[in-house]
């Protein structure tokens, strides 16, 4: 499957939670795009999809096999509580606390299964989860976290 395919594959596993939080899922071009795109409607929880990066699966990356690593990036923007980390465990506006979204956003992305092709099967299938934290650029931690994860991929090589 293409890098473009798993994305929309992904962004169509998160598109009902969006709708269902008011929010809206986007494939961003860059982390500036990202950002831009997660400032444009605040208050709602959006997430924003990359593509970080392609390696080469195995010692010698000779089998053509590859891993995708994508990050989705998930903000509200910022809230206007007097503490500043309530809506972190209390939600803000009506809305769910930011863990909780981050949690169910994980959880779908995590949930993804990849058609069965290209040779792989069992774990492949399915993302490999890198880690979920606070969203960090060029040293700048942002309003907002991340879920890294990858997906395989193969050469699609014509002989």
């Avoid at 444009?40 to 929880?45: E, K, Q, V, Y």
């Avoid at 080469?56 to 980390?85: F, Q």
């Avoid at 942002?142 to 997906?151: C, R």
Wanted: proline content about 4%; aromatic content about 6%.
């Amino acid at each position: 499957m293409t890098i473009a395919g798993q994305m929309k594959l992904v962004a169509e596993a998160l598109a009902d939670w969006a709708k269902a939080n008011h929010g809206r899922v986007f494939i961003a071009s860059d982390v500036l795009a990202a950002i831009d795109e997660l400032r444009a409607r605040p208050g709602t929880p959006s997430v924003g999809l990359l593509f970080w990066s392609r390696e080469p699966r195995g010692e010698l990356g000779i089998t053509g096999r590859k891993d995708n690593h994508y990050k989705a990036v998930i903000s509200r923007g910022r809230s206007l509580k007097i503490v500043s980390g309530e809506s972190l465990t209390e939600g803000a506006a009506g809305g769910a606390p930011m863990f909780d979204l981050v949690e169910e956003a994980e959880d779908l992305v995590l949930s993804v299964r990849l058609p069965e092709e290209e040779g792989f099967g069992g774990e492949d299938l399915v993302p490999s989860h890198k880690g979920t934290g606070l969203f960090e650029v060029s040293g700048m931690v942002l309003d907002a976290y991340e879920i890294n994860y990858s997906l395989p991929a193969q050469a699609r090589v014509q002989l």
